[in-house]
């Protein structure tokens, strides 16, 4: 799977020149279920078509639609699915997202991307990454509580351990063992621990355990671990040990969040009223916002004048705010995080914690 970063995010918030397609489709895991996943994508392709003939019928439909058709013949593609698809593209580019949460089936195209399905999917506080080490390489796994999917990575991740002629695995020099370590924990830290930013849980028998918290300088590095080899385990078993020993990080960090808000309101810089929150983003203020998972406040947001004003989501006019806060919090380069209902400091569904 191709994991979705902050990186990401702030990219696809910046200027594109458009058409710029955003196709979000809902998928499944297992048979047969998953048999109507490329129907639906079809269905989707033959709107994207029309759509865009009636908008853009000077441009070249035939090579924006390519890329799209070409996904659509993947078996094999289709047969390794998540709960979730996005399809971000344009002239000069196509992006694909597996997500571990389901979406909508949508397509927008605009002159910008719609991103507000993936904002809480990537902001979720219950998301982790797992590094499993043995003599025979590294692998990358990204999760939640419920779902764990491998992520692609480079050679130098996946390389086994070389032994030199006539040596066995017991003559392998400690020096030897943090030499191969080290260039693994650079390229688990810049490739993906920064990009996203998730917590990474390492799971590797003890002495694989001790050398690679020895060599490690990646400060997304949990104390806990998972002392099993990785061979011993399948994808199912690996999930349930891997959220067993991430619940206490992640449950100890949605205190410290709660706690770090209680503590700005205190000194005025923090608030849970839409008022406040409404205007603090407009202005930029906001440095952490926290958001009640599948929470709706239907309204408009006038981001220019920092109002926010509830109405009826049944009006096609009329969004989230929310998701419309959320993404105003991410241009300014903010921090969104999507917290459990039973664990929010309050019960507005908002809860920002300001910079000044």
Known sequence: MQQISTNHLTALLAHHEPPCISLYLPTHRRHP?????????????????ASLTQRYPKRDIKALLAPFEALSHDHDFWNNRTEGLAILSTGASFQVFDLQRPVKALLVVADSFHIKPLL??????DRYQVLCLSMHGGKLYEGNRDALDPVHVSAVVSAPLQHAAKQSRKDTEHADLLAWLRPIDVAVQEHHSKPSGLPLLLVALPEMQAAFREASRNAALVEAGITTSPEALDIEALRVQAWRQFEPHYLARLAK???????????????DLLADVAAAAAASRIDTLLVEADREIPGRLDAAAGTATKADLADPEVDDLIDDLAEAVLRAKGEVIVVPKERMPGSTGLAAILRY
């Open 33 to 49: 279920e998953r048999e109507a996943d490329p129907i639906l994508y079809r269905n989707q392709l033959r709107e994207l078509e």
């Open 257 to 271: 969040l709660v706690d770090t808000f209680e503590a700005a309101r205190a000194r005025g810089l923090g608030t």
């Open 120 to 125: 809480r999917v990537l902001q979720s506080a």
